[in-house]
Nanobody, 127 residues
Framework: QVQLVQSGGRSVQAGDSLTLSCAVSGSSYDRYAMGWFRQAPGKEREFVAA????????DYADSVKGRFTISRDIARNTVDLEMNSLKPEDTAVYYC????????????????????WGQGAQVTVSS
């Protein structure tokens, strides 16, 4: 059973930086592309960032491009989301997710493509 355990969510001020982490456990033999999604109050969950199993390819939502960076440590089975220049509109519950990946360079931007999800982490950005 694959488990994703998140850490790092908290309240910050606008303009601050914050890094969310996600640790994958339960399977060290399968290939997983990873992603981050978020859900703001009253809104649907939306794609934020994705990284291929190899780590060579990344993808970002337009709203976070240039401010957020996704990275992974394959040896440690972790993926981070570094968030800079945070804005109040970034306030949301953030979820990491893992997708079985046959093609090591593929990234995935749709919820339906992901097989496992973390527990979520609240990020609140105050103005």
């Amino acid at each position: 059973q694959v488990q994703l355990v998140q850490s790092g969510g908290r309240s910050v001020q606008a303009g601050d930086s914050l890094t969310l982490s996600c640790a994958v456990s339960g399977s060290s033999y399968d290939r997983y592309a990873m992603g981050w999604f978020r859900q703001a109050p009253g809104k649907e969950r939306e794609f934020v960032a994705a990284i291929s199993w190899s780590g060579s390819n990344t993808d970002y939502a337009d709203s976070v491009k240039g401010r957020f960076t996704i990275s992974r440590d394959i040896a440690r089975n972790t993926v981070d989301l570094e968030m800079n220049s945070l804005k109040p509109e970034d306030t949301a519950v953030y979820y990491c997710a893992a997708a079985h990946s046959i093609v090591v360079i593929s990234t995935y931007t749709r919820e339906s493509e992901y097989d496992y999800w973390g527990q979520g982490a609240q990020v609140t950005v105050s103005s």
